[in-house]
């Protein structure tokens, strides 16, 4: 019996429909690729007509994607797009929210299969859901940043690496690659797999870092509900600034945060931007961040970083002043990249798979197998 | 081993060719028809790869007869999709799965250089003849040998430039000829090493065709 004949129709199709939706090809259009009706791909997709091996290899070239990742049996498919429908209505940029959807439903289904190929298990960790009320909930944010913070049991410190916290502290699987710019994160959480979040890889890394604690927030408060961050403020209702207050709450705690504010203070006499700035750096958030922050504390008056910033204070400029780095928090390999290396180490991949899955080139996954498997991929030829 | 007259080579195996600064003269070392299949072409033409000065050559090297780019005729795709739908740990991306369903049906060799998909040949196919990216480079430098230094260093740029992957079979002779040993010398020294002893002998390899 042919692969073709074992493969359920039905699930084929459905996983072919899930592809050309992903590249929004219609469904005309894939017809005339593959020289038929349309009604045929309706029948394919049904699972109604089986797909010919010719007419496979096409589709999947019309669709971006390999046959393999069709055809395999490990392959997980199941549809994240449709939990993201407030985002997609809610908005006129749907091609940035629908790209944005399925390069997270794409990330998780990899993850998932490697860990079935693998025979790993995800360790998802039980969190409650808190509700939001809408009084108090300024305070409300900032008691359940520092709740989250003890059962993490981190103390009120600086967060020297909130990708990793996140990942192995609250067993959210997080995933960093490019994304449209316009988009901070995204957000998506399923009963069997647990809670998701996708960060762009094009954002730096104290930008990250917010939008990963503006992202547990939705998980912890109403993580049914799938989310998409904008760069820009769109649609702020009261779930949002929750979120916003919470990823400052939970980046800077109020207590060390005053403290630290007032050993400044004290010493230099006053706080100028340059203690801004290395306060920022200190608590691996951005200097509009911190200074945002402390304005919420009451600690600087309303308004300073803006008139800041109107006075010509550049974050760029004032780093190359103090000689200041990058800070180090960026420092995270994804699990879903370690998992692939493995499944490439242990022969159950090939690098043109590994490529394929991590959406990377062949080049980039030589380097990264020769940094970090070195010469474990010893192997024979003959 | 005879005379190559077909060569059916993977995307790891082109990539290294191109990483090579030299990619006519060691396709044309080979003398026998070199061909990609469709896949393969496409996965090294697309992006990211775009752009990079070492694949700008792919589409010259197709105009000029270098390359031929084939499809997969309806038996080599049904072997095709036999590869990309096995049973996972047993399947293949589509760029190596075209390039043994293609050398099946056409009594080629294929160049194929992951673990997986040479266990694969193995396993499946027997009596496909599979080499690697390494046995591309030793036939260019027996061929071309009067211009070791132009030799070498397209190695050196393979492996600094694509990362191209050493098997360890190849270790002593690459070491060898990096170190500036001539390929005879480089041959004598594979054939000394102590490595020889073990059963993943340079016996093994497959002779450079004369």
């Known amino acids: ?382 | 081993m005879a005379e190559l007259e077909l060569v059916c080579a993977d995307a790891s195996a082109l990539i290294n060719i191109l990483g090579s600064g030299v990619p006519e003269e060691i396709l044309e070392s080979i003398r026998g028809r070199i061909v990609v299949t469709n896949q393969v072409f496409r996965e090294v033409k697309r992006c990211p790869f775009e752009g990079e000065k070492i694949f700008r050559p792919l589409i010259p090297l197709r105009e000029g007869g270098f390359l031929e780019v084939v499809e997969l005729d309806q038996a080599s795709l049904e072997v095709f999709i036999s590869l990309v739908g096995a049973v996972p740990p047993d399947d293949l991306d589509d760029g190596e799965a075209s390039t043994i369903a293609y050398g099946v049906f056409h009594d080629g060799a294929v160049v194929v250089d992951e673990r997986k998909g040479r266990r694969i040949c193995r396993e499946r196919f027997p009596q496909l003849r599979t080499i690697c990216s390494l046995d591309l480079f030793r036939m260019y430098f027996e061929r071309c040998g009067s211009n070791f230094e132009r030799c070498r260093s397209a190695l050196r740029s393979a492996i600094e430039r694509t990362r191209m992957h050493i098997p360890h079979d190849y270790r002593v002779w690459t070491e060898a000829i990096l170190a500036g040993s001539a390929v005879t010398e480089a041959n004598a020294k594979v054939h000394g090493s102590k490595y020889s002893a073990r059963s993943r002998t340079p016996e093994r390899c497959h002779p450079i065709p004369k």
């Open chain 1, 1 to 382: 019996m042919s692969v073709l004949e074992k493969i359920s129709s039905v699930e084929l199709g459905s996983r072919l429909k899930m592809a050309r939706n992903a590249v929004r090809v219609t469904q005309e259009e894939a017809a005339a690729a593959i020289g038929v009706g349309r009604t045929t791909i309706v029948a394919i997709e049904n699972g109604e007509r089986q797909v010919r091996p010719s007419e496979l290899a096409k589709l999947a070239e019309l669709y971006r994607v390999s046959v393999n990742s069709l055809l395999r049996e490990t392959a997980v498919h199941f549809d994240l797009v449709p939990q993201f429908r407030r985002s997609l209505s809610a908005r006129e940029d749907q091609g940035a929210s629908l790209e944005a959807a399925n390069t997270l439903q794409k990330l998780v289904a990899l993850s998932v299969e490697l860990e079935r190929l693998l025979g790993r298990k995800w360790n998802a960790i039980s969190f409650p859901e808190y509700r939001i009320l809408r009084s108090g909930w300024q305070e409300r944010a900032e008691d359940l940043a520092a709740e989250i913070r003890q059962r993490l049991g981190i103390g009120s410190g600086p967060i020297a690496n909130i990708f990793v916290l996140v990942e192995s502290g609250l067993g959210v699987r997080l995933f960093i690659q490019r994304l449209p710019s316009k988009i901070s994160g995204v957000f998506a959480y399923h009963d069997e797999i647990g809670a998701c979040i996708l960060l762009n890889s094009v954002h730096p890394v104290e930008r990250r870092s917010w939008t990963c604690a503006h992202e547990m927030a939705h998980f912890l408060t109403n993580r049914y509900a799938a989310d998409i961050t904008w760069t820009e403020k769109h649609n702020h209702n009261l779930e949002e600034r929750f979120a916003d207050r919470f990823a400052a709450a939970f980046l800077m705690p109020s207590s060390v945060l005053r403290l630290r504010y007032s050993e400044i203070s004290e010493e230099s006499g006053k706080f100028s931007p340059k203690d801004l700035v290395f306060l920022a750096y200190s608590f691996n958030v951005s200097v509009e961040a911190m200074g945002r922050r402390l304005e919420q504390l009451g600690l600087l008056p309303e308004g300073t970083y803006d008139s800041l910033v109107r006075r010509g204070f550049s974050v760029k400029v004032a780093n190359e002043l103090f000689g200041l780095q990058a800070s180090a928090a960026g420092n995270f390999i994804p699990r879903l990249t370690w998992l692939a290396l493995e499944a490439y180490q242990r022969g159950l991949l090939t690098g043109g798979q590994v490529a394929d899955m991590l959406g990377l080139d062949r080049i980039s996954v030589r380097s990264l197998a020769e940094s970090l498997l070195a010469s474990e991929l010893d192997d024979e030829v003959h």
